[in-house]
């Protein structure tokens, strides 16, 4: 088995591939830095930590989207400290990255709205809420509209000054988002009404 693993790291694209997938750390210490970067994808998506942190600071975006799916947030987190750039990747990482991950992320990508409102949909309530201090206002109010109701009241509030025709836009859709959360309160709130009568009859009997 080595003879032929050792054939195919030294093969063609597939050969090479084949022995990413079926070999270990010696194939992939040769193969991270192949020439092809569809060989360099493949030791992003299954080689182990080290091999993926060599490739981070790999050229071609493609590689790099792997690394934010399939790294370990060591990776991810390595990724943002290069300093990426590339929407897709960073996209990635918020949505595949712990809290840990997410939290940095909006630290080096504040300065950087056009990608960090991409992000905003998978950001955790702490970082939801830094955002309503953001200089952008349509940042402010999309991690309102991922947030609760007193962030939609007061992105709405803060909207409301703006001339802005696309925060205006938006607002109906903080009213939309408000609705919705109050559904989602009665519903529960009656459920816990239905269960606390229940209780009580069960007590009573």
């Given at each position: 088995m080595q003879k032929t693993l050792e054939a195919w790291t030294y093969g063609d694209e597939k050969s090479k591939v084949s022995a990413v997938f079926r070999g270990g750390t010696r194939e992939w210490a040769v193969l991270w830095k192949?020439?092809?970067?569809?060989?360099?994808?493949?030791?992003?998506?299954?080689?182990n930590e080290e091999y993926q942190l060599k490739l981070v600071y790999d050229p071609i975006t493609p590689v790099r989207e792997?690394?934010?799916?399939y790294g370990t947030d060591k990776v991810r987190l390595a990724l943002l400290e290069r300093d990426e750039s590339d929407e897709e990747v960073v996209k990635l990482i918020a949505k595949f990255g712990n809290t840990t991950?997410?939290?940095w992320l909006v630290q080096v990508m504040w300065d950087k709205p056009d990608i960090l409102y991409q992000c905003v949909r998978y950001l955790p309530a702490s970082d939801l809420e830094k955002l309503l201090a953001h200089p952008r206002m349509?940042?402010?109010v999309e991690a309102a509209l991922h947030g609760n109701y007193d962030q939609c009241r007061r992105a709405l509030a803060m909207s409301s000054a703006s001339k802005d025709v696309?925060?205006?836009v938006m607002q109906d859709?903080?009213?939309?988002r408000m609705r919705e959360l109050e559904e989602v309160d009665k519903a529960i709130n009656f459920g816990k009404t239905i269960t606390r009568k229940k209780q009580e009859m069960e007590l009573s009997t």
């Open positions: 192949d020439d092809s970067y569809t060989v360099r994808g493949a030791i992003a998506y299954f080689a792997r690394l934010a799916i991950v997410r939290h349509d940042i402010r696309l925060l205006f859709d903080l009213f939309e």
